[in-house]
């Protein structure tokens, strides 16, 4: 790998483009509407590689994602290699809970997400004693050796002694060795990252967010308990979820903010998936799910962080009460356009929004169509003094037609500076 | 595909649903639904899409008959075609 060091000339257009980032969310209107750049296996069409490479050739999709951003000259982007190059990783840890180009899917089909109780029901009082204990014998099943380990808060004293003998089994050493190799790989995978930041920092391109951050309901729902049956649980098991949550609460709260202050990147942000209207009810939003998140918004905020949430899905009946956060501190990117307009009229003098181009456009329209959603976002947002990042709703679409990414930037330019 | 067609085959359904909920997948479900044109089976069930992404265009822009964007709208579907009573 080489690493490109900014020049004085990349620094400025950098710190023009970081700025207009920051203005949106202190609420100013910047010089121009930024436009983002976040795409994952949209990337191998782009290139003209499969899915597969994508996920396990680190150079060659180093070299295809550092083109995107230089083609489409984005105010910002994600980082590209992050979440398209972690086949060998995931393959390493041996990873149960999604398949992935190649493994499991085709090589040309995207990310699986497998929806199944990891935890059963009866489980949860276990997972709330020991979240540590549990992740490592249950998450953590390819490594068959760590059943063998011991209960670490009874290693004192002489049992400090005793109590370590577990780590000379065979196969404890083989799970712990096995790991210091995924460990090695997943290190790779980071260091590849971080070059890519580099590259596009030295081309005078910042990253719009360097932390990625859960949340506490979709923690104990996604890998734990699986969407389906925290749907149940939401009326058979009320208390073990919100025990649950609150147990987890502090463990991703502290690790985020501290991972956010390692980076020196301040935005960080927030994934949301079992929240949407037709999965919980508006009560029930309010019960389970956003005082949690909200709670580690307020956190991250007072450390100084913003905080970008990804409100995915349908999020209409979810606007009233997602507008009780302080002005000018967070970001709020909505899958959906609609959501986008109700949040503009609702909350658009608190938080700056991200989005704004609908999915079924970006792969079903043609260039001249894209053009037309993004003149159609401008009037309705940016003109009217909305402070709008252009982007489409998760990101570009896997299956988007490049030409159609083209408009999307194009438009941008001329419509909206 | 082979899995689609195997299991319609299997079960000779009234309705058959594809999901890009969790995943974004309009060319997938296009290609699967022209599948089921070269097969001759288009026109023994009814086919929905669904997912939060799901509108008209990608309907039409995929083949299939309806679109709905979440379980109720799924079930409203095959009560319509089915034209079951509540």
């Known amino acids: 790998m080489t690493t490109l060091e900014q020049t004085p000339e990349a620094k400025t257009p950098y710190d023009v483009r970081w700025q207009r980032i920051m203005d949106c969310v202190a609420l100013k209107q910047p010089d121009r509407m930024p436009a983002i750049l976040y795409a994952t296996f949209w990337l191998a069409k782009y290139g003209g590689i499969t899915c597969k490479e994508l996920m396990y050739n680190y150079e060659k999709t180093m070299e295809i994602s550092v083109r995107a951003v230089l083609e489409f000259e984005p105010d910002a982007a994600s980082n590209l290699i992050t979440f398209t190059t972690m086949g060998k990783s995931m393959e390493a840890m041996g990873l149960k809970t999604i398949r992935w180009p190649g493994h499991g899917v085709g090589e040309n089909q995207p990310y699986q997400y497998l929806d199944r109780e990891y935890m059963k029901a009866d489980e949860y009082d276990e997972f709330i004693f020991d979240p540590t204990g549990y992740y490592i014998r249950k998450f953590l099943e390819a490594f068959e050796g760590f059943a063998h380990l011991p209960a670490f808060p009874t290693l004192s004293g002489l049992r400090a002694i005793t109590g370590i003998r577990a780590f000379a089994k065979p196969e404890v050493r083989a799970s712990l060795l096995r790991l210091m190799d995924a460990a090695q790989e997943v290190e790779k995978w980071g260091s590849h990252a971080a070059e890519f930041e580099k590259s596009i920092k030295a081309h005078g391109y910042p990253l719009i967010a360097v932390t990625l951050a859960g949340n506490p309901y979709d923690a104990v729902a996604d890998y734990w308990r699986g969407g389906v049956n925290i749907m149940k649980d939401l009326f058979r098991h009320k208390e073990k979820i919100l025990a649950s949550m609150d147990k987890v609460d502090g463990y991703m709260r502290d690790q985020i903010i501290a991972a956010a202050k390692a980076s020196g990147h301040p935005i960080v942000m927030i994934t949301t998936h079992w929240h949407a209207d037709a999965f919980m009810s508006p009560k029930q939003f309010e019960t389970f799910y956003w005082p949690p998140i909200r709670k580690h918004m307020m956190a991250f905020i007072d450390a100084g962080l913003i905080p970008m949430v990804l409100w995915e899905h349908d999020c209409t009946r979810r606007m009233e009460t997602i507008a009780d956060v302080p002005a000018g501190k967070c970001i709020y990117w909505f899958e959906r356009t609609e959501n986008i307009l109700r949040a503009h009229e609702i909350m658009g003098d608190k938080v700056a929004l991200r989005g704004g181009i609908d999915a079924s456009t970006m792969v079903t329209g043609r260039p001249e169509d894209v053009d037309s959603a993004v003149k159609s976002i401008v009037e309705k947002v940016w003109a009217k003094g909305g402070k709008l990042m252009l982007d489409c709703g998760i990101g570009i679409p896997d299956e988007t037609p490049v030409e159609n990414v083209r408009a999307m930037f194009g438009a941008a330019r001329k419509y909206a500076g | ?86």
């Not at chain 2, 309009?26 to 699967?32: A, N």
């Not at chain 2, 309907?59 to 009560?79: E, H, I, P, S, W």
């Open chain 2, 1 to 86: 595909m082979k899995t689609f067609i195997e299991e319609i085959n299997a079960y000779q359904p009234d309705v058959v649903g594809l999901s890009g909920f969790l995943t974004l997948a309009f060319d997938s479900m296009k290609e699967t639904i022209e599948a089921f044109d070269k097969e001759g089976m288009r026109g023994k069930f009814k086919i929905m899409i669904g997912g939060g992404q799901i509108d008209e265009a990608v309907r039409v822009y995929t083949g299939a008959d309806a679109f709905g964007v979440n379980a109720v709208a799924a079930v409203n579907l095959c009560k319509n075609w089915l034209e079951v009573v509540s």
